[in-house]
């Protein structure tokens, strides 16, 4: 039976101590005892301008600390408790530049309280799975900026109407890489003549803010954190990890901060929940599989017709045009 996600969050609360903030949380505050913790909430803009741009959420928290996720920098090295960012990870340009950076605000012993959609599980599904090596390559091009393809396939995926059909995305994704387009503003004003819905997408402020720049699972993402532990020096131990079925499923990940790590990154536990995410992953699975305590029923087959259809086209698309970006 699928388990709520506001619930099954609640559970990991454990983890938390002391004061910390949670980042991004708009409607969705991570509940938590006033004894247990003391949580500061941190977004990109006024608790009036959140409310004004998401009309169509209750219960929006107040705002404390008006920065990006990417900079906390009204916070002084080492000194939090915990940094709770449920649904951010996959909106940052450079995952792996943030996550050094939120390592360096936390304590040692800290924890890094991080949820994440799993690609496969909302309308990510039609994108290219993100490798681990594309984001490390990110990160070694110091990416800022929202990248105009992620942006352009993002919209793609959640707003398929900007699109005539597939082939049309395929046409937009070259002519951003024949002309190596990598400013927003050069992307929209090229493309004004060939998709004007799809440029003012681009160009409006909370879409680039919205965007799902990466798309992970548990093993890409395990494998991202691995790689910045090993070459990158990252500081974290993974301690817990939970998936959740839902309107929108998602996993947990459970990090503590330390200054040496020596032990595998994979603790038992999670060794437990990869197995589980290994049967779940297999072709034809219709047990139920159980992730670090939660138990639910394999996802449905990938639906057949003209979905699966304009999934493939583009990922075909992708992964064919992606050559002109080397």
Same mark, same amino acid.
């Given at each position: 039976?699928?388990?709520?996600i506001?619930?099954?969050?609640?559970?990991?609360?454990?983890?938390?101590?002391?004061?910390?903030?949670?980042?991004?949380?708009?409607?969705?505050?991570?509940?938590?005892?006033?004894?247990?913790a003391?949580?500061?909430?941190?977004?990109?803009k006024?608790?009036d301008?959140?409310?004004?741009?998401?009309?169509?959420?209750?219960?929006?928290?107040?705002?404390?600390?008006?920065?990006?996720?990417e900079?906390?920098?009204?916070?002084?090295?080492?000194? +939090?408790? *915990?940094?709770?960012?449920?649904?951010? %990870?996959?909106?940052?340009?450079?995952? +792996? @530049?943030?996550?050094?950076? /939120?390592?360096?605000? !936390?304590?040692?012993?800290?924890?890094?309280?991080?949820? *994440?959609?799993?690609w496969?599980?909302?309308?990510?599904?039609?994108?290219?799975?993100?490798?681990?090596?594309?984001?490390? @390559?990110?990160?070694?091009?110091?990416?800022?900026?929202? %990248?105009p393809?992620?942006? !352009?396939?993002?919209? /793609?995926?959640?707003?398929?109407?900007? *699109? @005539? #059909?597939?082939?049309?995305?395929?046409?937009?994704?070259?002519? !951003?890489w024949?002309?190596?387009?990598?400013?927003?503003?050069?992307?929209?004003?090229?493309?004004?003549?060939?998709?004007?819905?799809?440029?003012? @997408? +681009? !160009?409006?402020?909370?879409?680039?803010?919205?965007?799902?720049?990466?798309?992970?699972?548990?093993?890409?993402?395990?494998?991202? +954190?691995?790689?910045?532990?090993?070459?990158?020096?990252?500081g974290?131990?993974?301690?817990?990890?939970?998936?959740?079925?839902?309107?929108?499923?998602?996993?947990?990940?459970?990090?503590?901060?330390?200054?040496?790590? #020596?032990?595998p990154?994979?603790?038992?536990?999670?060794?437990?929940?990869?197995?589980?995410?290994?049967?779940?992953?297999?072709?034809?699975?219709?047990?139920?599989?159980? %992730?670090?305590?939660?138990?639910?029923?394999?996802?449905?087959p990938?639906?057949?017709?003209?979905?699966?259809?304009?999934?493939?086209?583009?990922?075909?698309? /992708?992964?064919?045009?992606?050559?002109f970006?080397?």
């Amino acid at each position: 039976m699928p388990i709520d996600i506001r619930s099954n969050r609640s559970r990991y609360t454990r983890h938390l101590r002391g004061e910390g903030i949670e980042i991004g949380a708009l409607h969705g505050a991570l509940e938590m005892p006033p004894s247990q913790a003391r949580v500061r909430y941190v977004d990109y803009k006024t608790t009036d301008e959140l409310r004004q741009i998401y009309k169509e959420l209750e219960g929006i928290v107040d705002v404390d600390v008006i920065v990006p996720a990417e900079d906390l920098s009204p916070f002084a090295d080492a000194s +939090l408790d *915990f940094i709770v960012a449920n649904h951010v %990870v996959e909106h940052l340009a450079n995952p +792996l @530049a943030t996550l050094m950076h /939120w390592r360096s605000k !936390l304590k040692t012993g800290g924890i890094l309280y991080m949820a *994440f959609p799993h690609w496969r599980d909302c309308p990510d599904k039609v994108r290219p799975l993100t490798s681990p090596e594309h984001v490390v @390559a990110d990160f070694r091009a110091g990416v800022v900026d929202p %990248v105009p393809e992620h942006v !352009l396939s993002f919209v /793609w995926a959640w707003n398929p109407a900007y *699109f @005539a #059909d597939p082939s049309e995305m395929e046409r937009l994704l070259r002519h !951003l890489w024949e002309h190596d387009l990598r400013d927003l503003d050069e992307v929209a004003e090229s493309m004004i003549g060939v998709n004007r819905p799809a440029v003012d @997408a +681009l !160009l409006r402020d909370r879409v680039q803010k919205e965007i799902h720049h990466h798309t992970f699972t548990y093993d890409s993402m395990k494998e991202l +954190l691995s790689y910045a532990r090993e070459d990158l020096d990252l500081g974290f131990e993974l301690i817990d990890v939970s998936k959740t079925k839902g309107a929108l499923s998602e996993y947990i990940f459970i990090m503590e901060a330390a200054d040496r790590v #020596d032990t595998p990154f994979v603790t038992p536990r999670a060794l437990d929940a990869e197995r589980a995410e290994t049967a779940l992953e297999a072709p034809g699975a219709g047990d139920e599989s159980d %992730v670090a305590g939660v138990s639910e029923p394999a996802p449905a087959p990938q639906a057949q017709g003209e979905s699966a259809t304009a999934c493939g086209a583009l990922r075909r698309a /992708w992964h064919s045009l992606r050559r002109f970006r080397r």
